[in-house]
């Protein structure tokens, strides 16, 4: 069986960086749970760091360099994406006094043994340690690339690094962890390294004969300086960055296929009283009335323009209008179970998905209609090119709105409101071009008279109906602009 390991915090470091001028206060976690799911499968599980390890207190200096403080944020995010993929039915692992990859190591020595094979997920690269090709009777360790999404194996760690993955562990001594406050050998980088793993196998056997390779000149005289200044740190480093293969796992979770977690109901029914033991006794004897014939409801009465906005919802006469939430306390019980069930975790919170539910409201858009038709982008209500027009042509602001040309150089739309002259606009891809939204690959150069029809309809349903689409975007204009 092939297990997946996810190493949390190479992810969520990465998103945090480039999420901070994110509007959407929860884009982390967002991002953080869409990326777990599209690594995971049915047999992957979530390794975290556990608060302070073990390394702390070999080294006062260990991560000295990272400011709590400034990482509160973050903390909370994971937090809130590690609530939803438990939710997802992901294992998540971690061990008090351990780190992550003490967990993974764990897990890796457990799953070798008995056959498996692992992918690391992880951009750090002390997990290499680990990597081993697959043996009779024992399981291959890869690592997958978090950057480049490439899959290292030992042929390819020691193209990568000049250095096999069991010397990893020496490599990373002489070198040290920046990002760790880890210093390793001064003067001594990653080539350097390489070269006498290369030439000596390991960091024993270069301290065991030190001394005669300085006399010999094998090793240029500053590197062997170098040595033996570190020779007092030696153990104090390699410690910090040998992986433990100790800590507390419960391995067979990952072998079970991931089951998510049941959907809460969408409304709580009271549970039926038990009926009486003597049906005959309880139930009075009454003559049975005659049924009298039944009335069929009056038809709803359509939504009329005001001012040329849709007025939003008539009174419920049947099952789909008696669907529809009718107070902010429908409105929110509606989010928060769509949010749980996971068919809009996209928007990110509850209270996400419920200022779209407003905002489709606003527009005269039932809730399912909403919760498929509003996006949050930028922190801006967009709506879709078709979903604009429709919504003007529905509100009777409007004679007309129709397409007068569609090709690949330009798009063409004319609408008349009331007794206005009739009003034209053009769009052309060289207006695309001078915007610097037509990229190789990108949908102007796969779909433009599709993309010029929406640009040109969407502004000039804002031109006109600026009442109705204020402030509105289509999805597309704002994701290019990024």
């Known amino acids: ?10 992810l969520a470091f990465p998103i945090w960086h480039m999420a901070g001028s994110d509007p959407n206060v929860n884009a982390v976690s967002d991002q953080l749970v869409a990326r777990v799911r599209a690594l995971g499968d049915n047999h992957t599980a979530i390794c975290c760091d556990a608060g302070k390890s073990f390394r702390n207190e070999v080294s006062a200096d260990y991560k000295a360099n990272r400011r709590p403080e400034d990482r509160a944020t973050l903390y ?74 490439d899959i290292l194996d030992e042929a390819a760690v020691e193209a990568r690094f000049g250095v096999r993955p069991r010397q990893m562990r020496d490599w990373l001594t002489i070198v040290g962890d920046v990002s760790d406050n880890v210093r390793g050998v ?40 170098a040595l033996k200044a570190f020779a007092v740190r030696l153990e104090e480093v390699r410690t910090l960055i040998t992986l433990r293969t100790d800590a507390p796992v419960p391995f067979d979770d990952i072998l079970e296929p991931r089951t998510p977690k049941d959907v809460p109901p969408m409304i709580d029914e009271p549970e039926p009283e038990p009926p009486p033991d003597d049906i005959d006794e309880a139930l009075p004897s009454v003559p049975t009335p005659t049924p009298a014939p039944p009335v069929p409801p009056p038809p709803p009465a359509p939504a009329k323009p005001v001012n040329g906005t849709l007025t939003v919802m008539p ?18 019980t509606l989010a928060k179970h769509a949010f749980d069930s996971r068919q809009f975790s996209a928007y990110g919170t509850p209270q996400a998905v419920l200022m779209s539910l407003l905002a489709g409201r606003e527009l005269g858009l039932a809730a399912m209609a909403s919760l498929r038709a ?77 993309m010029l029809v929406a640009r040109a309809s969407s502004k000039l349903a804002r031109l006109v109906c600026p009442d109705i689409l204020h402030g509105i975007y289509t999805p597309e204009e704002l994701r290019e602009n990024q």
């Open 1 to 10: 069986m092939r297990l997946t390991l996810i190493d949390l915090s190479s």
């Open 76 to 149: 909370h995010q994971i937090d809130l994406a590690l609530d939803r993929l438990r939710g997802d039915g992901f294992p998540i692992w971690n061990a008090p006094g351990f780190e992550a990859d003490d967990v993974i190591a764990s897990a890796c020595n457990k799953a070798a043994e008995d056959g498996h094979d692992i992918i690391i997920v992880s951009a750090d690269k002390d997990l290499l340690q680990l990597v081993t090709d697959r043996e009779e009777g024992a399981g291959g360790i890869a690592v997958k690339s978090i950057k480049t999404g």
């Open 186 to 225: 001064v003067g001594i980088g990653e080539k350097g390294a390489a070269a006498l793993l290369q030439t000596y196998d390991s960091l024993d056997a270069i301290y065991t004969q030190l001394d005669s390779l300085i006399e010999a000149k094998d090793i240029k005289p500053s590197q062997g300086l």
């Open 315 to 332: 009174e419920a006469t049947g099952w789909n209008e008696a669907l529809e939430p009718r107070t902010m306390s429908d409105a929110i």
């Open 374 to 450: 509003v996006q949050i982008i930028e922190g801006k209500l967009t709506l879709s090119a078709d979903l604009m027009r429709g919504l003007i042509l529905r509100s009777g602001a409007v004679k007309y709105f129709r397409c007068i040309e569609r090709t690949a150089e330009q798009s063409t739309w004319e609408t008349q409101r009331g007794d206005d002259p009739p009003v034209r606009l053009t769009y052309t891809i060289e207006e695309a071009r001078q915007a610097g939204v037509v990229k190789p690959g990108s949908g102007w150069v796969k779909y433009a008279p599709d």
